[in-house]
């Protein structure tokens, strides 16, 4: 077999260290990829495939991407989840011997990409890594766009999937020895990409970062991930900020499924923010702030003193309306300092961001003064920490001319008087062109040549030009042809020549000389970074605050307080999110009382007429308490709860491939096993997705379970009516109902939460309005009434809560064994029959299946 050319022997070697990177291979003006990536990446980015002649017996598969392009290719790809190596020609290939030198120079990942599309301007791209040592967990996180590193213990595997989902790391580093199961269920849930990087030990650059971090595992797990890093980015790290230890524990967990149910960063069907919680809450003005408030919205609080330290900054903001109107319009001109600090560091500013930088730090004195005069011990606390960096703003406003370009090699950057020698350049410059322009005045008439002209161009340089008609005007011998157009001549003087190479030279160094001052420039914002982030930790807190302060006095939200015994109270509550989309005079606010003797609501009435609502409306007013804003309520006291659980909707879940039952049972289970005492759960009509006595079993022996061992703050909706009788035997216990009246015959919502059990289900009613034919609503109301007289007859209700020890007892009272001697008793072929009915869920149902089912009911019947 023939041997591969010298430069594609050069790609294989490369590649092997790449192994799971696409590898864009610089040549000339293109990245060229081979063999299998070629065929996959001409897959992904649709691009065309080729070959090329490498030297053995067969075509080596390629294909490229122009380099000035390449850009958009490089998002396609990280955005789903790839790696991409990129490879630059690392010699001149002009004096290269051989084939050129090539290196890798970056190795771009989810985790560790800079800009672009993959980049959220409101969201952290964090990559994690993780360490497993003596049964522990140690997880370390790093935002490498702000600098941001974190590191904390994670309990459990379970609460390692929470946290990774609910920070959204994009990549995870790990060793090749971690576990494959566990390696796999993060993919499945989490859809991250993976790296293996096995040196833990932190050099010394880096040990400062880690200098407040004891623990052994967890300083394996940042060293770890700047490992990575560093060998993958192979550049300047000087933005990463000193490692945060926090703790699980320091915030209210609220577990992915909850997550996800209550809608707090993307709806459940749209999987968009819109209709969201965060929707509705940001006000912010800076992409710092929008960050910040994503973080605080995954991470409430649980600790009484910084939660009332927030909201006591909202209630200042809100009682200072002008000085917040202000303090929004300063921000809208804070530019992102926290990725611009990332971008410095990584060497990828130009001018114009760091014009941007001066003006964001010119608005700081005035924020500084406005803070200040809010007059709260925070606000005087905070506004004395805000750093205006001023020899920052006065080098800046020094250096950088107003408008400059985007590119940073071309000059027109620097201000003059800056510096000497580019002024001396300047002058030299500006001042040939001066006397060039003089020299053509002097020509015109010294040769009496009205049209003659000095021109410039890059292959000539400078000329005069004559137009043919007048070339006999020009004195013999002192002017030297240079290049003959059809109507004109071009020439040059040796005075010309000599201006000439001044001018270039002198305009050769100012472009050189304006990118010199340009990275040293750059480099003494770098001794800025740690500064920067400092204040842009405090501007997006504040940005974050006075965001709260906006929604909840727009939305006429109040200040929550905390009970210490554990009580909950909300006079007219609302749901948030419903309020803003319906238009709030048409929502109907309920109240919830939940003290010592009434730890579990179960929640009854029809279908459509609020439950759920109002199950969410108390779980988000929960989260907008800890995170410190304002409540939509009229008045709310609240517990500080440790953990939310919900089993709310029924969202199949595809991706790891479980039944709507299942996912229903492990949130329930996820819920049972982990709540405490501190806890709120709420559950949505648990049982739904199996028979009726199944799930009417499995309800009952759920509230039990929590009654008895967890005694958690719990809202059940559910539409089994007959669990309401547990009432009378659960102490804490209290049945409530969403009202409904009927009106003409038909269901009037009144979304209305009172006390008791709801006098029944308005299914046909709700099916009604459904449209279902008439015909079929009619005879379902005739077997109801048949079926409810029939289960009048049965044994009372009470007396069946009461033989509850007796499981066989339980289901007797539900009419599974009819009494076989009553003549009027359905036969056991009826009553199977009416039970399918009693199972049909008509809402999910085209009016044509519904007549189908009947029909076929009806024959089984005759
Ligand atoms: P359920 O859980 O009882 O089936 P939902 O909570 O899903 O009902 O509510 C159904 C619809 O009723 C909601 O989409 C909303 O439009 C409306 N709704 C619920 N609660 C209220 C309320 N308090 N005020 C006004 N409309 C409400």
Redesign the pocket.
């Known amino acids: 077999m023939a041997a591969y050319t010298p430069m594609i022997q050069q790609y294989l070697k490369i590649k092997a260290e790449y192994k799971d990177a696409f590898l864009f291979f610089r040549l000339g003006d293109f990245y060229e990829m081979f063999f299998e990536d070629a065929i996959n990446a001409s897959q992904v980015l649709e691009i065309t495939l080729t070959s090329r002649d490498g030297g053995s017996e067969e075509r080596i598969p390629m294909c490229g991407v122009p380099h000035h392009s390449a850009a958009g290719y490089i998002e396609q790809l990280i955005d789903k989840g790839y790696k991409v190596a990129i490879c630059e020609q690392t010699e001149d290939p002009k004096q290269a011997k051989g084939v050129v030198r090539r290196e890798v120079v970056q190795l771009i990942t989810p985790g560790t990409v800079m800009d672009g599309k993959a980049i959220e301007e409101k969201e952290n791209n964090y990559i994690a890594s993780v360490t497993v040592s003596d049964a522990r967990i140690g997880l370390a996180l790093t935002d490498l766009t702000t600098g941001e590193n974190l590191t904390a213990f994670i309990p459990t595997f379970h609460d390692l999937l929470n946290e990774i989902y609910s920070v959204g790391a994009k990549e995870i580093v790990i060793s090749e020895n971690f576990s494959k199961e566990w390696e796999k269920q993060l993919k499945d849930r989490c859809q991250v990409t993976f790296s293996y990087e096995e040196e833990t030990k932190i050099t010394s650059e880096f040990s400062i970062l880690i200098e407040e971090i004891k623990d052994e595992c967890l300083q394996q797990t940042v060293a770890r991930l700047i490992h990575y890093l560093k060998r993958t980015q192979k550049r300047s790290l000087d933005h990463l900020q000193a490692v945060q230890l926090y703790e699980l524990d320091e915030t209210l967990k609220i577990d992915f499924f909850s997550k996800k149910n209550l809608e707090l960063t993307e709806t459940i069907r749209a999987k968009g923010k819109k209709g969201s919680l965060i929707w509705l809450l940001d006000e912010t003005k800076t992409a710092m702030g929008a960050r910040l408030l994503k973080q605080w919205i995954d991470k409430p609080l649980v600790s009484e003193k910084k939660i009332e330290e927030r909201l006591n900054m909202v209630e200042t903001f809100i009682g200072h309306y002008f000085e917040r109107e202000d303090f929004r319009t300063l921000l809208k001109e804070v530019y992102d300092l926290e990725r611009l600090a990332g971008r410095v560091a990584f060497g990828n500013v130009n001018a114009r961001d760091l014009n941007q930088l001066k003006k964001s730090l010119e608005q700081v004195p005035e924020i500084k003064e406005l803070i200040e005069s809010l007059n709260s011990d925070y606000s005087k606390s905070i506004a004395k920490r805000l750093d205006p960096c001023e020899e920052l703003t006065s080098i800046l406003g020094q250096a950088i001319v107003e408008e400059p370009p985007l590119t940073i090699k071309e000059g027109n950057i620097i201000k003059d008087g800056y510096s000497g020698k580019l002024d001396e350049y300047r002058y030299i410059s500006r001042n040939g062109k001066q006397w060039i322009a003089e020299l053509e005045q002097q020509e015109r008439q010294k040769t009496g040549i009205k049209s003659l002209k000095i021109g410039y161009n890059r292959v000539f340089g400078y000329y005069i030009e004559v137009t043919r008609a007048n070339l006999h005007l020009l004195a013999e011998g002192q002017y030297e042809r240079k290049q003959t157009l059809t109507n004109a001549e071009r020439f040059v003087t040796p005075d010309l020549k000599e201006k000439e190479s001044l001018i270039l030279e002198a305009e050769e160094k100012i472009v050189g000389l304006e990118y010199d001052l340009f990275v040293e420039l750059r480099e003494k914002v770098k001794t800025f970074i740690p500064r920067l982030q400092e204040l842009a930790k405090l501007l997006s807190e504040l940005d974050v605050l006075q965001c709260f302060a906006t929604v909840s006095e727009k939305r006429h939200y109040t200040k929550p307080s905390f009970s210490k015994a554990g009580e909950l109270f909300i006079k007219d509550g609302r749901h948030p999110v419903?309020e803003k989309v319906?238009d709030a005079q048409?929502?109907?606010p309920?109240d919830c009382t939940m003290s010592e003797y009434r730890n579990i609501l179960l929640i009854t009435?029809p279908?459509?007429?609020?439950?759920?609502?109002?199950m969410r409306q108390i779980a988000l007013t929960a989260i907008l308490a800890q995170i410190g804003c304002f409540v939509p309520a009229e008045e709310a006291s609240l517990p500080i709860f440790d953990q939310i659980f919900t089993r709310i909707g029924a969202a199949d879940d595809l991706i790891s491939g479980q039944s709507t039952f299942m996912v229903e049972m492990l949130e329930a289970k996820n819920a049972i096993v982990h709540a405490t005492g501190r806890s709120l759960i709420l559950f949505?009509e648990i049982g739904r997705g199996t028979s009726t006595y199944d799930g009417m079993a499995l309800a009952q022996a759920m509230i039990e379970y929590i009654h008895e061992h967890i005694g958690a703050k719990t809202l059940f909706?559910t539409h089994y009516h007959e669990l309401t009788v547990l009432e009378a035997e659960l102490k804490t216990l209290k049945n409530v109902h969403?009202q409904a009246i009927e009106e003409h015959g038909k269901v009037v919502?009144l979304?209305k939460i009172e006390e008791g059990a709801a006098d029944k289900s308005y299914g046909i009613h709700v099916a009604e309005l459904a449209e279902l034919p008439d015909v079929l609503i009619a005879r379902a109301k005739e077997i109801l009434d048949h079926f409810e007289s029939e289960s009048k007859k049965e044994t009372p209700v009470t007396e069946v809560v009461k033989e509850t020890k007796e499981p066989e007892a339980q289901l007797s009272f539900f009419t599974e064994e009819p009494v076989k001697q009553k003549a009027s008793q359905p036969s056991k072929k009826e009553q199977a029959i009416l039970e399918q009915l009693k199972s049909i869920n008509l809402l999910e149902m085209t009016p044509l299946d519904a007549m189908n089912e009947l029909y076929q009911l009806q024959k089984k019947l005759k």
């Open positions: 419903v319906m048409e929502y109907v309920n009435g279908n459509m007429s609020g439950k759920s609502t109002y949505d909706s969403v919502f979304h």
